[in-house]
């Protein structure tokens, strides 16, 4: 999702300050769009690393941070001001990844993390070496969720509570979006190839194949949706983006 967990305003916020943008998870991502996104993101200035946190090496992200403070300190050096560490502000949506991405850097567990939002609750500094500090923060989202589709697309990856909006909604929306932009997926996991109006059907099928039965014999269709949704969240849908550039 490198549209939908975008923070609004960011830009206006930080102004001409180095930017770097982390895409997590690259390795679960439909990188011929995902690519699309890097170029445009590039295009605006930032500089893009795209990691698995849990599998790759990280240290193309200390790299970078080297060479944007190296700059920076030539730029205070020229002006007769002592060199300092990098200090930068780590943001994101919740579940982006930023704590796992802290215990990497500092290869401990410093921060806790979990699957779900709104797990670090604090804003706080960490040192990651004598070159560089980090301020952590609890994950960002904005107060206005007029954009339903992408406020669907946050929820689906966990950004949102599903709570917040009704499971079997967000399932639909899932089992729309596969139709539309990876049908052979959506006919490979579920069967499906065609969605009826009231998705009765596909959740009838679903259902009956893997089981999600309640007492009496009939299909759970909260089963169903809470199964779809963790399909999309754990890979077993494929390669999904679910935003787009144009």
Avoid at 171 to 199: M, Q, S
């Amino acid at each position: 999702m490198p549209r939908s967990s975008k923070i609004d305003d960011i830009d206006d916020i930080i102004k001409e300050k180095p930017r770097v943008i982390i895409m997590t998870k690259y390795d679960l991502c439909d990188k011929n769009e995902t690519d699309k996104f890097i170029k445009y993101y590039e295009d605006l200035g930032y500089k893009v690393v795209c990691i698995n946190l849990l599998t790759d090496k990280i240290a193309k992200i200390l790299d970078i941070s080297t060479d944007i403070m190296k700059e920076e300190n030539e730029k205070r050096k020229a002006k007769g001001m002592k060199e300092r560490p990098l200090r930068a502000l780590v943001i994101g949506v919740p579940n982006a990844g930023k704590s796992t991405l802290i215990n990497r850097l500092v290869s401990k567990k410093s921060v806790n993390v979990g699957n779900t939002p709104g797990v670090t609750k604090n804003i706080s500094w960490i040192r990651i070496n004598k070159d560089l500090e980090l301020l952590d923060t609890p994950g960002i989202l904005w107060p206005d969720f007029s954009d339903q589709e992408r406020a669907h697309v946050l929820a689906a990856f966990s950004s949102i509570r599903e709570e917040i909006l009704d499971k079997n909604a967000l399932a639909v929306f899932i089992l729309k979006k596969l139709y539309e932009y990876y049908p052979d997926n959506l006919k490979e996991r579920y069967g499906i190839d065609h969605l009826t109006e009231d998705f009765v059907e596909e959740f009838e099928l679903i259902g009956k194949k893997r089981g999600l039965m309640a007492s009496g014999g009939v299909v759970d269709y909260e089963k169903v949706a809470t199964a779809i949704i963790n399909d999309l969240k754990s890979g077993r849908l494929g390669k999904i983006t679910l935003d787009r550039l144009d």
